[in-house]
Nanobody
Framework: QVQLVESGGGLVEAGDSLNLSCAAS????????MGWFRQSPGKQRELVAG???????YYLDSVKGRFTISRDDAKNTGNLQMDSLKPEDTAVYYC???????????????WGQGTQVTVSS
């Protein structure tokens, strides 16, 4: 079965960096769009960044210039490099995979369990 496993979350101070990783198995990773979502208490889940199977990227406005999404199809992994972290970035971060063919804003088929990112001020 398909498994997505996130790692790399933690507690950091404002201005620090974290690199989240997502290891995928059970699917042809190169044929899927990968998205990183986040959800904090009382807020809706939001798409933070996405990368299509063609390499096109999307970023939420509030993370542009600070976060970088990447993928390694040979290793079935994806990453979200988060720099200059802010307290408002605090959330549970999820990686997800979508077979939607027209960008990262379609429905997602598979989800990881999430990793907590906490940024203190």
């Amino acid at each position: 079965q398909v498994q997505l496993v996130e790692s790399g979350g933690g507690l950091v101070e404002a201005g620090d960096s974290l690199n989240l990783s997502c290891a995928a198995s059970g699917l042809t990773f190169s044929r899927y769009t990968m998205g990183w979502f986040r959800q904090s208490p009382g807020k809706q889940r939001e798409l933070v960044a996405g990368i299509t199977y063609g390499g096109g990227t999307y970023y939420l406005d509030s993370v542009k210039g600070r976060f970088t999404i990447s993928r390694d199809d040979a290793k079935n992994t994806g990453n979200l490099q988060m720099d200059s972290l802010k307290p408002e970035d605090t959330a549970v971060y999820y990686c997800a995979e979508s077979d939607y063919r027209w960008g990262p804003h379609g429905p997602y088929n598979y989800w990881g369990q999430g990793t907590q990112v906490t940024v203190s001020s």
